[in-house]
């Protein structure tokens, strides 16, 4: 018994490692295409699809909660962007003490020709999964992330690179 359960274990670490090898390649290879025809970063051209996706310019925490980041992650992203002429920070026109964040025409260009971002494409796929499927998942990538001394409070956007 003790044989066919290991035997079992041994057939559910292979196919977790085979999906999660599949899915890191395919993500990998489709952010690295993205960043070629668009200039622009996964991360990037996601906040530039959500700022063109809302009906005017975000606050850094609107923002955040949108692309489902951290503070200081869609900041950085924000200032890049910024330094790139594709977005400007402006005065919020809900509240006169904040920044909004606009897209620039160029910026805009880019989020309309952009294809889908390989990080639209997670969230959509979660999105698609039944609640019990999104809890065993969750419960299961924090034990993956412990047991491999991955942070996971407020990790950097996925396939970002560094600063530019």
């Given amino acids: ?17 085979r999906h999660l090898r599949a899915i890191v390649a395919e993500l990998s290879a489709s952010a690295r295409s993205l960043e070629k025809r668009t200039g622009v970063t996964n991360a990037q ?14 606050t850094i925490g609107e923002l955040r909660r949108t692309v489902q980041s951290g503070q200081s992650a869609v900041s950085l992203i924000v200032a890049r962007l910024e330094r790139a002429g ?19 025409a160029k910026g805009a260009r880019i989020a309309r ?44 956007p996925m396939f970002e690179g560094p600063a530019r």
């Fill in 45 to 58: 051209l996601f906040v530039l699809q959500s700022l063109a996706a809302a009906p005017g310019p975000l």
């Fill in 86 to 104: 594709l977005v400007t920070r402006g005065t919020a026109a809900h509240d006169r003490r904040r920044r909004a964040v606009a897209l620039t």
């Fill in 1 to 17: 018994m003790a044989a066919a359960r290991r035997t079992a274990r041994t057939r559910h670490e292979n196919d977790a490692l």
């Fill in 113 to 156: 020709r952009g294809p889908t971002p390989p990080l639209a494409r997670v969230m959509d796929g979660l999105a698609d999964l039944r609640e019990s499927e999104l809890r065993q998942l969750a419960v299961g990538l924090e034990a993956l992330a412990t047991a491999i001394g991955a942070a996971s409070d407020d990790p950097p």
